[in-house]
């Protein structure tokens, strides 16, 4: 039997991040048109022979969000079609993660829609990065490799060399998040405490722990509104933290968001390329982008190869920034 090809592929999502991880792996990008009909219906032609390929598809599933994941879906029916061995789908950011349990009466779990489409589709393993939530991967009853970004924001933290860094959560559902990075660095770490008394009665923050005199590290899984970093940055403030920097895996960045981080007395935003900011970046100077792609191209290899990718973890394998 022949071996198995590595081919990898990219929707119209982040072709950026497709190029450099093909490029950090030393093969060709997949060649395929994606492309619409004039009525705007996706149109899918994959031009290599994937026959018999381990295929994996870079589609981070951003805004615009049904879009993505329309051609994502495509591309996978398209490429098991075409008689390839294994599909991975690469989705660094996965869309429509928010709504991952019924919280109240009559709304959806669009978290496990989207798992069942992408295997109804014909996809074999799923790559993902900083899930809103971990149960996500339990949605699935194929493999999910959940990778974290910890590994690119440590080492630039270390090169940083912030002193009297302390971590803060921006809620509780970061907090193991947090408690990693406060390990790492050997410090402590502070929790903003969100707490809403009554339907029409604004949020009351407080932070638990003590910032005071501190430079202060929020780090969170994403900027969407800005809304939750706008308020755990000014809350730390009032409390007495000194600088404030800010680690977020995935750059959303809906609606107001930009000009809520202009609006922040924030030292520097660190932000990962999972989505790609595109202008966005240059309109705010304190934004630094941290490429993922050596993140996800050693997890392909290692996939491909049948390798273990718990390696992937500690960060060795990461070039100089
Ligand atoms: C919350 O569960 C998340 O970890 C983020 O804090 C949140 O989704 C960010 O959203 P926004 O930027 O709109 O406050």
């Known amino acids: ?175 193991k998040m947090n408690r990693a990075y406060a390990r790492e660095f050997k410090t402590e770490y502070a929790i903003v405490d969100k707490r809403r008394l009554g339907p029409n009665l604004a949020a009351v923050y407080n932070v638990i722990g003590d910032v005071q005199g501190r430079n202060v590290v929020i780090v969170d899984d994403m900027i969407a509104t800005g809304g939750s970093i706008a308020e755990a940055c000014k809350i730390v403030k009032e409390r007495g933290a000194k600088k404030v920097y800010v680690c977020a895996t995935h750059a959303v960045l809906a609606g107001d968001a930009l000009r809520r981080l202009d609006d922040s007395p924030i030292e520097k935003v660190a932000v990962t390329d999972t989505i790609p900011l595109g202008d966005k970046k240059s309109r705010h100077d304190r934004v630094r982008v941290l490429s993922i792609a ?11 190869r049948n390798e273990s990718v718990s390696y992937l973890f500690n960060g060795e394998f990461l070039p100089p920034l």
């Open 1 to 175: 039997m022949s071996k198995l090809e590595l081919q990898v592929f990219t929707g119209n999502a982040n072709p950026e991040l497709a190029r450099h991880i093909v490029e950090y792996l030393g093969i060709p990008l997949g060649d395929a048109y994606i492309g619409k009909f004039p009525d705007g219906e996706i149109d899918v032609k994959i031009n290599d022979d994937v026959r018999g390929s381990d295929v994996f598809v870079v589609q981070t599933t951003c805004t615009p969000v049904n879009e993505s994941l329309m051609e994502l879906l495509i591309m996978i029916d398209t490429l098991r079609r075409a008689s390839a061995r294994r599909i991975t789908a690469v989705m660094p950011y996965y869309g429509y993660a928010r709504k991952d349990r019924k919280d109240e009466g009559r709304v959806p779990i669009t978290a496990k829609l989207v798992a069942n489409l992408l295997v109804t589709a014909g996809v074999h393993r799923v790559i993902s990065v900083d899930l809103h939530a971990s149960q996500i991967q339990g949605f699935f009853d194929i493999p999910v490799d959940h990778l974290y970004a910890t590994p690119v924001f440590f080492r630039y933290l270390r090169e940083l060399e912030i002193p009297d860094m302390i971590i803060v959560a921006p809620d509780a559902g970061s907090i």
């Open 294 to 304: 050596p993140l996800l191209a050693e997890a392909i290899r290692r996939i491909h």
